[in-house]
């Protein structure tokens, strides 16, 4: 089955600066991948997604890459503010197989004001 | 659209006692999963349903977890006796086929277990 690592673990940034959360899959057949962020004490919420037709996809402060050839695929936020602070998850899916996600351990963002 | 809808929030027993989870999908979604979380790791899928019936249950602990979802809508898992691994948070999660991309994929709030 497929199994998805992300690193780092944690990440602490200051106000303003760029993060960026990278995760390997191991299924060649994923073309599905999401992100979701989880607040503490809630539940984790989609923020962006990109399919393996395309090598990245953008939605104002927060960006998706995807390499293919390599299985790995990155979450760049970029000007972070406070209200970033969360736990972030990678997930992979054969998107044509039922939808099932496959999530990575999470990386803990803290940005420090 | 009403969310995923979970119950209870919270639930703390004993080891060796037995817990059910209750999960109602958003209103048309044919696909349910339920998935652990445990503290500090990412949601582990435990079992898949295609409408009533299941699709992917490889990773359920089949000697103590049990799941059904005898009329495709609602869903009960039931962990039947309790060990202290098990305390993690159930979330629920359910998505339309008809949006195969996935955006309709969304998680309940899910139920926090502890077992003392």
């Known amino acids: 089955g497929e199994n998805v690592e992300q690193h780092p673990s944690t990440l602490s940034v200051q106000e303003g600066d760029s993060a960026v959360i990278k995760c390997t899959y191991s299924?060649?057949?994923?073309?599905?991948f999401p992100w979701y962020k989880q607040e503490l004490g809630k539940r984790p919420q989609l923020i962006i997604d990109?399919?393996?037709?395309?090598g990245e996809k953008k939605d104002q402060r927060i960006a998706v890459t995807l390499n293919k050839t390599a299985k790995h695929f990155s979450l760049h936020i970029t000007e972070t503010q406070p209200e970033d602070s969360a736990v972030y998850f990678c997930?992979?899916?054969?998107?044509?197989?039922?939808?099932?996600?496959?999530f990575g351990g999470g990386t803990r963002l803290m940005v420090k004001p | 659209e009403a969310g995923v809808a979970q119950s209870p929030r919270y639930k703390i027993i004993e080891k060796r006692q037995s817990v059910a989870f209750w999960c109602n999908p958003i209103s048309g979604h044919a696909t349910l999963y339920w998935y652990q979380q445990i503290l500090g790791q990412g949601p582990k899928l435990l079992i898949q349903f295609q409408n009533n019936g299941v699709v992917d249950d490889s990773q359920l602990p089949k000697d103590r977890f049990s799941a059904e979802r005898l009329k495709g809508v609602d869903s009960t898992l039931k962990i039947q006796p309790a060990k202290l691994e098990d305390s993690a948070v159930y979330l629920c999660?359910?998505?339309?086929?008809?949006?195969?991309?996935?955006?309709?994929?969304?998680f309940g709030s899910g139920t926090r277990l502890t077992v003392v």
């Open positions: 997930a992979a899916s054969r998107d044509n197989a039922g939808n099932m996600l496959t």
């Open positions: 299924d060649s057949a994923s073309n599905y």
């Open positions: 999660a359910s998505s339309s086929n008809r949006d195969r991309g996935n955006y309709g994929y969304t």
């Open positions: 990109i399919r393996s037709n395309v």
